[in-house]
Every structure is written in structure tokens, then in C-alpha cells.
């Protein structure tokens, strides 16, 4: 198997894995109803969000363990491995009974599925950027890590279109909330069966090959401390922006903007699209640029531009409106979400990647984005909707530091970057 293809099959793997993510954020407003009571929609709303958080809140046991086989056993088998565990829990949600015919354990059962899913996704992502990594070629990691990131927006990008389709050809309101939700979860399954069949093809990194058995690997992960501390200080104002665009985006144009389900899931998928658009190119300009001035640029611009772009939006009544402000939001977070994958890879040796990459990312991610949900409800149940828009921007301003602090990862051999990177972190 070529190279390029390669890659593109770890990414449109990694796209199945994240539309089953995704599917349940898209779904929630119909299938909360049939988990949660149904008298207090914000309440069922937020349940919901809860337990979509609560994946998140796993995701670090799955970076531990699947990044340890990743970097014990290969790439390869453990991103095989992911996709089928997150197969199961698609499946899970998809035949799980309601709250009214097997009771108190229906929440239960789809928090177990949420959990499995977390798993999942905490063995995803460090895995993944890490293949990309070692397989794309130095003066071009920039570009292909916007090609990667492209397929986690993708994801959510199918998951809206799934919705989209149901709402506007097949089933009626009605049908969504007793069992047309259902449907992309039973999809979500069969392509993650068809993202395991492609991934079994592809091939281990010749760095893995070449670097595997060298050190024992904890005491050299432990070592890594400040790269570690870089991913956490990178992750937590560009997640945050992610989340707040991507899951919450669709709630948000709903329940306080006030538009219709087809307006909310047309602006929600058209930015996405206009997302993906954006991270080729922004990955392939880091390539030439260097990695830091880029994220230099998302700090402040999205520290300053957060605010000002969300209490518009909450006062606009308008679906055009509500699009542009969300695509200008894209313009702003895609400067981070384009490069992030081989940013934090760039950061750690080939023998602890995958862990380095792993398992900083997902505690960030449990703490800063799978939590914008259930924050930004909260200040909603509270009255306080736009404390969530102060709340968002400070994450940004947050990361900040770490961007100015950070080195300039790009335009290095990947063998020398393995020798020099690990020693510059190392040394106090």
C-alpha cells in the first residue's frame, strides 16, 4: 500500500469513528426523550449532555491503554482494535429499550455504551495523529494533518446529513423521537464493520518498526513532562472553541437562538462544510509559515473574537446571519484544529507517541471540550446565558501561553526531530 493511501485510509477510519461520536450529539434533542423524562426538555437536554460528557471523562483509561499497545504492539492493530470497540457501543445505543419499557435501565445501559465509546476515542486519537505522523512526509505533515482533520469534521458533517435526510425525505417529527433516531446509530455500526475491514490492510510505520523495543517505555513517557504539559496547554482553548461550534452549535441555534430543526441542522452542516474546506489549506500554509505563528494567531484572535461572535449570534434571528457568524467563528478555530494532530506529535520520539500524544489530549479534551455541552446548559438553567461567552473566550486566553512558549515544531527530519525533540524537552 502506497503512502498516500495509507493515510487516507487511517483517516476515513478515523471519519467512522467520529460520525458515531458525533451522531449522538446530532440525535440527542430526539432520543433524550426516550432515556430521560420528558416533561423538562432543557433538563433531558442536559442529561443527555452529561453522558456524552462522561465518555470524555474515560477518554484518558483509553489513551493509557490502547496508546501503551500502540506503542508496544504497532499502530495498526490497535486502530483496528478501536473502531470494533466502538462499533459495539453504536450497536448498543441502537437497540437499547426506552426509559418506559425497561425503566432506570435504559440511562444505564446508554451510559455503558457512552462509556465503551469513550474508550474508544481515547485510543483514536493519540493512535491516529500518530500514524499520520510517521507516515507523511516532513515538508508536508502540515498539510496532511488538515487532510486528517478534515475526516473528524467529517464525521459530525455525515452525522448532520444523516439527520438531515431523515427530517426532510423519510420521517416525520414524530417518527425521529420514537424510533428514527435509531437509524444512524445501526449505520454507525455497519461502517464502523467496513472501517475495521480497511484498516486490517494497512501497513505498521517503519518508524514503529524501527524504533519499538529500544527503552522500557513508562520511565521514557514520564520523561516527556514538558511535551506533556505542551499538549495539555495547546488542547484546552482549542477544544473548547471545537466543541462550542460543533456539538453545542446545534443546540444553541434551538434552544436559544430559536430556530426551526431543518434551519438549525442546514447552518450546522453548511459551516462544517465550509470547515473542512478551510483545513487543507491552513495546514499546507503552516507548512510553509511554521506551526507556532499559526496558533499564535487562533490565541488571540479567539481570545478577543469569542465574545463579540457568540453574544451576536444570541441576539440574531436570522439563519443567514447565524451562518456567517458561525463560518467566521471556523475561520478563526481552524487555525488550531488544522495543525493540531502533527503539532502534538512533533512533540514526543517515536517510542512514546502515541501515549504522549494520548493521554494529555484526552484529559484536556474530558475537562475542557466534552464538558462544553453540559457548561454551557448549566449557564442556560441559570440564567446566565452569556457567562458561557466569557467562559469560552477565557479558555482561548488560556492557551495562549503555551503557544507563545512552545517550539517551533515544523520543517524537521523526522529522525533528527526524534533525537533533538526528545533531548530539548528532556533537559532541564
Known amino acids: 500500500m502506497s503512502r498516500l493511501k495509507a493515510i487516507l485510509v487511517g483517516a476515513i477510519g478515523n471519519l467512522v469513528e467520529w460520525y458515531d461520536v458525533y451522531a449522538y450529539a446530532a440525535f440527542a434533542l430526539y432520543f433524550a426523550p426516550t432515556f430521560f423524562p420528558k416533561s423538562n426538555p432543557v433538563a433531558a437536554q442536559l442529561a443527555a449532555a452529561l453522558l456524552f460528557a462522561l465518555a470524555y471523562l474515560v477518554r484518558p483509561l483509553g489513551s493509557i491503554g490502547f496508546g501503551y499497545l500502540a506503542d508496544r ?157 505542551f499538549v495539555v496547554g495547546i488542547t484546552i482553548g482549542g477544544t473548547s472553541a471545537f466543541y462550542t461550534y460543533t456539538t453545542y452549535m446545534q443546540k444553541f441555534l434551538k434552544l436559544s437562538v430559536g430556530l426551526r430543526d431543518e434551519e438549525t441542522t442546514l447552518i450546522t452542516a453548511g459551516s462544517l462544510l465550509f470547515a473542512i474546506l478551510l483545513q487543507p ?93 453540559s457548561v454551557a446548559l448549566w449557564f442556560k438553567t441559570e440564567g446566565m446565558e452569556q457567562g458561557f461567552f466569557w467562559y469560552a473566550s477565557a479558555c482561548i486566553l488560556a492557551s495562549l501561553p503555551a503557544y507563545l512558549l512552545m517550539p517551533e515544531t515544523s520543517c524537521r527530519k523526522r529522525s533528527k526531530e526524534d533525537r533533538v525533540m526528545s533531548q530539548t524537552l528532556m533537559d532541564p
Not at 470494533?84 to 441502537?94: E, P
Not at 414524530?174 to 444512524?184: E, H, M, S, T, V
Not at 461572535?309 to 439563519?319: F, I, K, N, P, V
Not at 517510542?351 to 494520548?358: D, F, I, T, Y
Request: aromatic share 12%.
Open 281 to 373: 489549506l491552513y495546514g499546507a500554509l503552516s507548512d510553509r509559515i511554521g506551526r507556532k505563528p499559526q496558533l499564535i494567531a487562533f490565541g488571540i484572535l479567539g481570545s478577543i473574537g469569542t465574545y463579540p461572535l457568540l453574544s451576536t449570534l444570541y441576539a440574531t434571528r436570522s439563519a443567514l446571519t447565524a451562518f456567517c457568524l458561525i463560518c467566521a467563528a471556523f475561520a478563526i478555530v481552524s487555525l488550531y484544529t488544522s495543525i493540531t494532530a502533527t503539532v502534538k506529535a512533533e512533540l514526543f520520539p517515536t517510542e512514546v507517541r502515541a501515549l504522549g500524544v494520548g493521554v494529555p489530549y484526552a484529559v484536556t479534551v474530558a475537562l475542557f471540550g466534552g464538558s462544553i455541552d
Open 73 to 229: 504492539y504497532g499502530r495498526r492493530n490497535t486502530l483496528t482494535a478501536s473502531i470494533l470497540l466502538m462499533c459495539l457501543g453504536s450497536l448498543m445505543i441502537a437497540l437499547c429499550p426506552g426509559v418506559a419499557t425497561i425503566g432506570v435501565a435504559a440511562p444505564i445501559i446508554l451510559a455503558f455504551a457512552r462509556v465503551i465509546q469513550g474508550l474508544s476515542q481515547g485510543g483514536e486519537y493519540g493512535t491516529s495523529a500518530t500514524y499520520l505522523s510517521e507516515q507523511a512526509k516532513p515538508e508536508h505533515r502540515g498539510f496532511y494533518s488538515g487532510i486528517w482533520y478534515t475526516t473528524l469534521a467529517g464525521g459530525q458533517l455525515c452525522a448532520l446529513l444523516v439527520l438531515f435526510i431523515l427530517q426532510k425525505l423519510f420521517l416525520s417529527p414524530d417518527q425521529l423521537n420514537a424510533w428514527g433516531w435509531r437509524i444512524p446509530f445501526l449505520l454507525g455500526a455497519a461502517l464502523a464493520l467496513w472501517g475495521l475491514v480497511m484498516r486490517r490492510a494497512m501497513p505498521e510505520t517503519d518508524l514503529f518498526l524501527e524504533a519499538r523495543r529500544r527503552e522500557a517505555i513508562w520511565p521514557q513517557f514520564l520523561r516527556q513532562w514538558r511535551g506533556i504539559l
